[in-house]
């Protein structure tokens, strides 16, 4: 019933997506355009500018908020987001060392995004193994931060020593899915395919984590391999996200979040939220953006933080965080 | 040789009383030859004899070449690393003193300059410091106003001591845009300058430097209404509002030098591909350096070579 | 306070005068050699260069003889790089101090709960908007702000302080967004201008910042020396501080009031630079042992690391400048991460 209230959301969301925009073609004219009459302007408007857009941003909620409820299952912490724990961070990094060394920001292909997102992730995880932080919420989380300060800050100086670089990245490291090539989608189908399939078969085992290390060893799992496979999975997922999008955060926190409010702390049960809430705030986010500084639009990244650090700050505040 | 002294002592007498006598009327700063320059912060004695000079306004360097002089250092061109490329071979040996962003006061200090040509944003508190160097020439001059290049390669040249030479090389420009417009023959044409960046195209102000040129030639700019006032251009324009920058002719341009690949970079977006000029064959690329970030007679007239080359040539198939 | 003299003199019982006067000489040790390192980098910073100087160049010029755009340099361009060095560190390094002590963890400063990213959001706000408020108030005004929304929203420092810093975080985050969107809505040539404030610069900075600065770290160095033997109380458990006569509540809050004013005063003239105001307090401690406040020679760390970042950023890459406050991110955060995973658990 739930599952079917935010399929609902979601699908109201899309057809918002498709209906309105920056330009200046009227509603009327776009629901024409959608059942493929109307002018030819409101036709490509719809079908070649808003389509592309809304499928990326439909395909990157879903990614964020997968890999942010994977993330806070495994690390049994609620704050864990791939945004917050610098793995976006590492992607851009990557990406910001690849425009260096000659790439151009539209044609760029997914592989340093991807190579950078596992690296930050690894990093992450092998600082948080190291001192058993994965316990310490706050230590991980504060980990995960500086981590992004020096990543963020390394790619600002790679910004300063070169002005093309800063031209080309500084739309993109906020974060946007305008303008971007839809042809990015289908270079990371592959990661998101694998991904898919490595969620479908270890969310069992992973849900037997989130009781506990006894409870997955009892069941005959082990939950090293499903540690390392699930972070693969994250990264593959993050990779994706910012190569198509660039680097959001809290989209991880909050969906995740939202999911466990509405259908239980089983992962197993929230994660269809997930799948369905992730891309109606994405969507919804990216609806703002057009409609807020026309004939310009803003980047989602800056409004996906304005809606999400107010819930981090909400879960402070309510107290919801264990140790804290 | 003491006769042409006495001379030429008369004539300057003459001269000054002949100023003194317009002056009253209006205030040219043609004819002020005594090197007092009238500046944003003040007006600025400047001693005979200049010889080291150090610019840091992109336009001032323009200038300063222009009217025959090699200023021993200048900051970086926007998006690059040295001296705007139109100019790089005319000064082979300057030095970089920073960035447009940051102004290394210590490099400029190494120089030992005797007269600093700054740009007209100049702050008070790095004025401060600069005038204490060498005098310092901040022109008071709107850089979006009507003919800003003009009247800031003026106030350079005055400091310089060469407004006489600059008056001819404008009058020049002037007799070179005029036949250019002949050459394009036609009146109307309408034209959109954009800089391509990859969060999307902006529109360049018909205020700038090269959209002025462009209009006396004969284009007529469109989209000023995406441009708040006081901005040299657009925020980034949405894809779904690319119509803004439809226009016969399209002058596209990106921070780097490198044109053509902003060309294959707008390409690659399937609103672009829709605009007129697109589709008619009228994207005219341009070297951002020159286009969009430089100013100055030397800028005025690669620019207008860029017309004559590339639209003139472009015109003649059709 | 009749606690503390109690302290004093069941100290004065144990030990005896003359090795009193040894430990002392003994403990101060560390505090003398930094002032001594701090003048060798002061005068290094002064010597080194795009045009670098002899050793007896400076004293010459220091006598006021010597080329007289030499002496220029010194005086004018470098002198008040390093003045507003050692001042700002020294308040960063302050700041991050007293922060650490009221929050009663060591993760806790100024930088990492936002306070100088908030700081810098209202000035280009304000640069923007065209408001007639000079920056450094704008800095003091957004440090306030952030601080007291941190305090509503966290409901006090909590016991290890841990809500603090994540609301920080959070609030730090929207800051930087704020900081951004504004700045991706302005002309580039305002983006230049600005640029000082977003990432924290010692070029040309403002004498008259510097002057109030330089009073106001000054005074709130004087009044933290003077209630220091109560911040040291305030490091123990809250029930130990109660038995020993502090009122921790109005405490805090007097230690966060003094920390936010110091950091915005440091702020008003560089911009932000907060790593300084988490690395001066942990190398103090680390020569002067945890067990007490090492005021001064956090004050003189603070001081050393800005002189050494401003002198890295603007001969590293000559002529071009790093602004000081990406050199210090740089070097300060595989710190703070070696910190995070090398230090027992329980510590932070």
């Known amino acids: 019933m739930r599952l079917l209230l935010s399929l609902c959301l979601l699908l109201v969301m899309l057809f918002a997506s498709m209906l309105i925009g920056s330009g200046n073609v009227p509603f009327v004219d776009a629901l024409a ?32 908020a997968v890999a942010g409820a994977l993330m806070q299952t ?21 990406i910001g060392l690849a425009i260096l060394f000659g790439a151009g920001a539209a044609d760029l292909s997914v592989w340093p995004a991807q190579i950078g997102a596992l690296v930050g992730c690894l990093l992450v995880i092998w600082i948080s193994q190291t001192q058993n932080l994965a316990n310490d919420p706050v230590r991980l989380v504060l980990t995960g931060a500086t981590l992004s300060a020096l990543l963020l800050s390394s790619t ?15 739309f993109w490291i906020m974060g946007s899915v305008a303008g971007r090539n839809v042809n990015t989608l289908y270079h990371v189908m592959p990661s998101l395919v694998i991904a898919g399939l490595i969620v479908a078969v270890f969310i069992r085992p992973l849900a037997s984590i989130g009781l506990g290390e006894t409870v997955a060893v009892g069941l005959g799992h082990n939950p090293n391999k499903i540690r390392m496979v699930i972070i693969i ?29 509405i259908a239980g702390t089983d992962i197993r049960r929230y994660l269809w939220q997930c799948l369905l809430l992730g891309p109606c705030l994405l969507v919804f986010a990216d609806i703002i953006c057009r409609v807020i500084v026309p004939p310009s639009e803003l980047p989602v990244g800056v409004l996906t933080t304005l809606i999400g650090a107010p819930v981090l700050l909400f879960l402070v505040h309510t107290k919801r965080i264990p140790r804290l | 040789m003491k006769f042409s002294l006495y001379l030429s002592r008369v004539i300057g007498f003459i001269f000054h009383t002949v100023l003194l006598a317009v002056s009253l009327g209006f205030v040219s700063p043609l004819w002020a030859e005594n090197r007092l320059v009238q500046t944003q912060y003040g007006q600025i004695d400047v001693p005979e004899g200049i010889k080291r000079v150090v610019t840091l306004h992109e336009g001032a360097l323009d200038a300063a070449v222009a009217l025959g002089i090699e200023p021993l250092g200048a900051i970086a061109t926007r998006g690059g690393k040295g001296v705007a490329t139109y100019l790089a071979d005319s000064v082979p040996e300057i030095t970089i003193v920073g960035t447009a962003r940051e102004i290394n006061i210590e490099a400029i200090l190494a120089l030992r300059p005797d007269l600093i040509l700054a740009s007209p944003t100049m702050q008070k508190r790095q004025y401060n410091l600069l005038s204490k160097l060498a005098p310092t020439i901040v022109p008071a001059v709107k850089l979006l106003s009507k003919d800003a290049w003009k009247n800031n390669s003026r106030v350079y040249a005055q400091a310089l ?16 845009i005029t036949s250019t417009k002949n050459q394009l023959g036609q009146e109307g044409l ?40 006081g901005r040299p251009h657009s925020d980034p324009l949405s894809q779904e509002n690319l119509n803004l920058i439809n226009a016969q002719w399209l002058f596209l341009s990106s921070v780097n030098q490198d044109g053509n690949k902003a060309l294959q970079t707008a390409k690659l977006s399937p609103a672009f591909t829709r605009l007129e000029a697109v589709k008619n064959n009228r994207v005219i690329v341009v070297d951002g350096q020159l286009w969009t970030s430089s100013s100055g007679p030397l800028s005025a007239k690669a620019i207008l070579d860029d017309l004559q080359q590339q639209v003139l040539s472009t015109q003649k198939p059709n | 306070m009749n606690v503390l003299s109690e302290i004093k003199k069941s100290e004065n019982k144990t030990v005896s005068r003359q090795s009193r006067f040894r430990t002392s000489v003994f403990q101060n040790m560390p505090v003398i050699g930094l002032m001594l390192l701090l003048l060798l980098v002061a005068c290094s910073a002064l010597m080194l260069g795009t045009v670098s100087l002899s050793l007896e160049q400076l004293q010459s010029i220091l006598l006021g003889e010597g080329d007289p755009l030499l002496q220029f340099m010194v005086v004018e361009i470098r002198l008040p790089r390093v003045l507003s060095a050692i001042v700002t560190g020294a308040g960063f390094a ?33 640069l923007t908007a065209g408001w007639a408020i000079a920056p450094h108030w704008l800095a003091l005004l957004g440090a306030f702000v952030t601080a007291s929304l941190i305090l509503v929203v966290a409901r006090g420092t909590g016991t290890q302080g841990h809500r603090f810093i994540i609301t920080g975080l959070g ?30 610069s010692l070029n040309t900075p403002s004498v008259e910042a510097l002057k109030i600065a330089s009073v106001g770290i000054l005074i709130s160095f004087i009044i933290t020396l003077f209630f220091r033997r109560t911040l040291q109380i305030m490091q123990f458990s809250d029930a130990r501080a109660i038995v020993l006569g502090c009122s921790i509540d109005k405490m805090r809050l007097f230690c966060l009031v003094l920390s936010v004013v110091t950091t915005a005063l440091a702020v008003s003239v560089v911009g932000p630079v907060g790593f300084i105001s988490l690395l001066g307090p942990e190398v103090a401690r680390r020569l002067l042992g945890q067990h007490k406040i090492p005021l001064l020679a956090t004050c003189l760390v603070g001081s050393i690391f800005m002189i050494l970042a401003d002198l890295i950023g603007r001969t590293a890459f000559a002529p071009l400048e790093l602004p000081v406050g990406m050199v210090t991110a740089i070097v300060g955060s595989p710190y703070l991460l070696w910190l995070l995973t090398r230090q027992p658990k329980g510590s932070i």
């Open chain 1, 33 to 64: 355009a959608l059942g493929n009459q109307g002018s030819e302007t409101a036709r490509f408007v719809v079908w070649e500018l808003r389509f592309s857009r809304t499928l990326m941003a439909l395909v990157v909620g879903v990614c964020l």
């Open chain 1, 156 to 170: 600002a100086i790679i910004l300063m020593l070169d002005d093309r670089v800063a031209d080309e990245i500084r």
């Open chain 3, 171 to 200: 609030i730090g985050a929207i800051a930087s967004a704020m900081t951004q969107l504004v700045l991706s809505r302005t002309n580039i040539d305002f983006v230049n201008q600005a640029f000082a404030w977003t990432v924290g």
């Open chain 1, 74 to 94: 495994l690390t049994k912490n609620p704050l864990a987001e791939p945004g917050l724990m610098g793995v976006s961070a590492g992607s851009a990094f990557a």
């Open chain 1, 233 to 261: 999975a994250v990264a593959l997922l993050v990779g994706a996200a910012t190569a198509v999008a660039g680097p959001l955060i809290f989209v991880g926190l909050v969906v995740p979040f939202t999911a466990r409010a």
């Open chain 2, 190 to 229: 309408t034209a959109t300058l954009v800089r391509w960046t990859p969060q999307g195209p902006l529109l360049m102000s018909p205020d700038i430097n090269s959209a002025q040129i462009l209009a006396q030639v004969g284009f007529q700019l469109k989209g000023k209404e995406a441009i708040k006032a």
């Open chain 3, 94 to 126: 302050l700041a991050g101090l007293l922060m650490q002590i009221l929050a009663r963890n060591r993760l806790a400063t100024p930088s990492i709960i936002g306070i100088d990213s908030a700081s810098t959001t209202f000035v280009v706000i304000g």
């Open chain 2, 161 to 176: 001591g060469k407004s006489v030479e600059l008056e001819k090389i404008l009058i020049n420009l002037d007799q070179r």
